[in-house]
């Protein structure tokens, strides 16, 4: 049995203070959820405050990003050692908007999913098909593509570590949640690539998680799948009760 894994991704909101109150107020709301492993991935700079608040609760605190290299001149960048030395756990790796935005590749996800698991953090790699990828009906293509460039070259002790959110792009921010089936069909096809990589058991043991305008209203009739291991969460996370009757699906 797969232990799921709810994720909230902050993303670009919040302010620590801020930050430390939502883990304060969302605590006691998850404290009985013993079902699932709870996330959250906050801003570089509010993730001591977050890993404050979280303390003593079973909220487990993660990044959004990392640079591959330990330490060196890349101004701006923040490596997993750095991130492993402030108590992060977690880490998300290749998110769309980073590749969107900021040029990631499948090629830089591969360096900093090593990385992140060289520094004993746990990888949340992202993968999924744009829109009108989706519409050529070239979703089975792009996911292999970023599963072969992103996951295939780590050995199979790294990646019993990983953890992988399906993210379709049409899906982030925009209120269109795959259906159940359609993420489920994603998730299968995820799966068939571990084992044909690194076998049955691999793939047996994965998570993979859903993300995409995941809501308390969704959540059900997703996790119903039991393809769906999870979800990495965006919006409905950021408000505690929202993100709690997510957890408490
Ligand atoms: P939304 O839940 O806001 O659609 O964001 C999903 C996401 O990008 C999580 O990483």
Known sequence: MRKPVMAGNWKMYKTAAQTGAAIGALAPLVAGASHVDVVVCAPFVNLPAAVEAARGTNIEIGGQDLFWL??????????????????????????????????????????????????????????????????????????????????????????????????????????????????AEAHRFLRSQIRGKFGDAAAEACRILYGGSVKPENIQALMAQPELDGALVGGASLDPPSFASIVNF
């Open 70 to 183: 330990k330490e060196g001149a890349y101004t701006g960048e923040v490596s997993a050692p750095m991130l492993k030395a402030v108590e992060c756990r977690w880490v998300i790796i290749g998110h769309s908007e980073r590749r969107q935005y900021f040029g990631e590749t499948d090629e830089t996800a591969a360096k900093k999913t090593v990385a992140a698991l060289d520094a004993g953090l746990k990888p949340i790699v992202c993968v999924g098909e744009r829109l009108e990828q989706r519409e050529a009906g070239s979703t089975d293509a792009v996911l292999a593509m970023q599963f072969a460039g992103g996951l295939a070259g780590l050995t199979a002790d790294q990646f019993a570590q990983v953890t992988i959110a399906y993210e379709p792009v049409w899906a982030i921010g925009t209120g269109k949640t795959a259906t159940p089936e359609i993420a």
